[in-house]
């Protein structure tokens, strides 16, 4: 796939998860998806997803940089939330919180079969 | 630049960081680089480097993922190593650890111009 067709597809990807559309997120992600080298599964990936935005009902992803191989994606991620409770280990409790993920996604077939995250826990720890 | 030229060029970076061949460091860093948002200048960069091989003897960067565009890089680099005393406000002190980042570097004229990383500390936190 060219590298715009991902980055498209990646785009709409993240639009299916800012409108919580679970139905349609078996377009981008692949059944026997994996996440940090952990198979998860599409329905694992739907739960965690479900999870979070419970956690954090503010939750929006905004897409900083993007970079596009043919078969990977590399994204850093904005968030401008309030995560109820524990979020991260942390005592968060709903305060307001500005953090960042840089993320890889490796693709087959027009599908996300493996996901690499690191969240910036450290950034959280400094706004508490 | 072509995505392969900047490869190449971000892998000798990278092996001039592994040599720690400071010498070299403005041949791939800009005299004006920003790391995560701050500028902190080559002179900055290279102290920094400097401190988180003081700090870790046996530190080595290994490229695992590798994104290139026209003017970003994005990276996920593995670390195995023995970090002294305290490291991310963690107490390690000397034991093993793995651990990942995952970076941007925006390049400009050759050089890197801007560096957004993440390093993942829950990972050493879990292995503490």
New interface residues.
Partial sequence: MS?TDLSTLYRGYIACLNEQNWPTLGTFVHEDVHYNDKRIGLSGYREMLERDFRQIPDLHFNI??L???SH???S?LNFDCTPQGTF??LPVNGKKVRF?????YQWRDGKIEQV???????AV?AQL
Avoid: M
Wanted: glycine share 4%; aromatic share 8%.
């Fill in positions: 590298t900083q940089l970079v596009a191989g990977l994606i590399a850093r991260l280990d960042t993920e840089n993320v890889f690499w995250s690191v969240i910036d826990k450290a720890e």
